[in-house]
């Protein structure tokens, strides 16, 4: 059988509420049968966004806004995390019956995708840690979160990646819901500026070595 198609959908810097937008119409058109898609952006500012776990009490949600962020609700597992400028978020919209793939093994894949893309940019130390840590880890630091959803067998949201993220921001919450842990980015591993443009290209090669498919570049939709 021949790879599958996937539509590639590059955002650019944009709102985080668009993109989420953006993601939400490509579900709907993978359940009526459309080609499959990943959305790539980077948030335009600070968000701190909650899966079905973890919503910030109002106190908490007042502090966060007062230091400037937006707060939204996702619909993917996972407690509070942040999303901003200098992070690669990339949403696939993949149709895991078509694939065959349990949504266990589908989130190994996307731990899979994350360590390539370490090893393409240079970060030989990235690695898994046994469950229930997901995600990729420097030492007890993470450097890329995964949180998904998978309804009637279409995934959403996925993965973010800590380029040249501001980690400050993560100083305010527990990131993931994970006490006594800590976050990282691949600028501060590396000991470079990497921004996200720079990852764009890797990640799209492990993305393809992963989930065996070509990718079909897709106009941008717009909100």
Known sequence: M???????????????????????????????????????????GPVYAWGLRGAPGAAAAAGL???????????R???VTFHGPGQLVAFPVLDLRRRR???RRYVGALQELSLRLCRRMGLGAARALPPPF???????SKVCAIGVHCGHHITSHGLA??????????EHIVPCGLEGKGVTSLSRELGRHVPVE???????DSFQEVFDCTLVFAEDPGD
Not at 22 to 41: D, F, H, I, T
Not at 161 to 170: A, E, G, H, I, R
Request: charged share 20%; net charge positive.
């Open 2 to 44: 021949p790879p599958c198609a996937v539509r590639v959908l590059r955002l650019g810097l944009r709102p985080f509420p668009q993109a989420l937008r953006v993601q939400e119409r490509c579900v709907a058109a993978a359940r009526a049968g459309a080609a499959e898609s990943v959305v790539l952006s980077e948030p335009a």
């Open 65 to 75: 806004r007062a230091r400037g962020a937006a707060l939204v609700a996702a619909r």
């Open 77 to 79: 597992g996972g407690h």
């Open 101 to 103: 793939l349990p949504l």
């Open 134 to 140: 997901t995600g990729v880890w420097v030492g007890d």
């Open 161 to 170: 990646l800590n380029c040249c993220t501001d980690l400050s921001w993560f």
């Open 198 to 204: 720079r990852v764009l290209g890797p990640f799209l």
